[in-house]
């Protein structure tokens, strides 16, 4: 019993009498020697004489495949692929990422450059000499002692009360006379916190808050509440002492003596001559001698009042 493919072979042989006449009969090789036998694998795979396909009948080696066949996913090793090759193919979220991440950089740059031009304008603030703050100084009189370091320590002292109003000259050695009964007249002339301001001939200014007028008394005995303090510059810097809470010996007012503190010594009393004075450790303030020695000559004293600098303001 014949083959399929010996039947097909017939067939051809038939169809094609040219492919045999140079072999013998039945042979399966063609004109050019070659096995009609490559031709059947050939066209058997693909199609039949109906049309029909007819691989499942098929044994032989695999029939030709198209490209998008020959490949799957499987096949592909992205890891394989340089990523170099893709730095021209940056996606839009990328780049429009990058654009804002260089505005944002740009903008941080701008405002460094800003604050940086700040900061040089805060330096050149700090390198402005001292002397151009004394066109800021809320002062009625000219002073002995306050400069414009000074008087903005002072400003931080004060109580707030008095704090921006403009100072007054109470009373003055230079302009009138050395005399503590003139002192506590002149305090009079305005009520509120007072600021005493004195000075030893070696350089040191030093003084306490007063509160005005002052009002002597016939016995000894203190006055004052705990806004009192005492301050010197006998350590270089202005430095201030506020009552330690020790006593209530704020400052003491007679007829021929005025003293602040008490507690051991007193931290600053003043003759009723005002030419020479004492100054030693003091437990109300908790402070030191505020001049250079215990006792001195005093070069100066000024007491100053502070009220608002225009009339229509209460």
Not at 59 to 85: C, G, L, T
Not at 165 to 184: F, N
Not at 194 to 210: E, K, M, S, T
Request: include cysteine.
């Amino acid at each position: 019993m014949h083959s399929f493919r010996d039947k097909v072979t017939q067939k051809l042989s038939h169809l094609f009498p040219n492919s045999s006449s140079s072999s013998p009969q039945g042979s399966p090789y063609s004109k050019e020697d070659k096995p009609l036998s490559s031709y059947l694998s050939y066209l058997i795979p693909s199609i039949n004489f109906d049309g029909s396909k007819t691989s499942e009948h098929q044994h032989d080696p695999k029939p030709i495949q198209s490209a998008s066949s020959r490949y799957s996913y499987e096949d592909f090793d992205y890891q394989d692929v340089p990523s170099e090759n893709y730095s021209d193919c940056i996606p839009m979220s990328n780049s429009l990422d990058s654009l804002k991440d260089d505005s944002i950089n740009e903008d941080h740059t701008s405002r460094r450059s800003s604050s940086s031009s700040e900061v040089f304008e805060e330096a050149n603030d700090q390198q402005i000499p001292n002397t151009s703050k004394k066109f800021a100084l809320n002062l009625a009189d000219d002073s002995t002692f306050i400069s414009p370091e000074l008087y903005e320590f002072f400003e931080s002292c004060l109580p707030n009360i008095v704090k921006g109003r403009q100072w007054v000259l109470l009373y003055s050695t230079l302009k009138h006379g050395v005399s503590l009964r003139t002192l506590i007249r002149k305090s009079a002339e305005i009520s509120g916190p007072g600021l005493l301001i004195v000075g030893d001939r070696q350089g040191a200014v030093f003084g306490g808050l007063l509160d005005c007028p002052l009002k002597p008394t016939a016995k000894r005995k203190y006055q004052g509440t705990h806004q009192t303090f005492v301050f010197t510059t006998v350590y270089g810097e202005p430095r201030l002492f506020r009552p330690t809470g020790a006593n209530r010996y704020y400052y003491m007012c007679l007829s021929d003596l005025l003293a602040l503190g008490g507690g051991g010594n007193y931290a600053l009393c003043l003759d009723d001559d005002l030419l020479t004075g004492t100054s030693g450790p003091c437990d109300t303030f908790g402070s030191s001698c505020l001049a250079h020695s215990p006792e001195f000559e005093l070069r100066n004293v000024e007491l100053w009042g502070f009220t608002h600098a225009s009339p229509f303001q209460s």
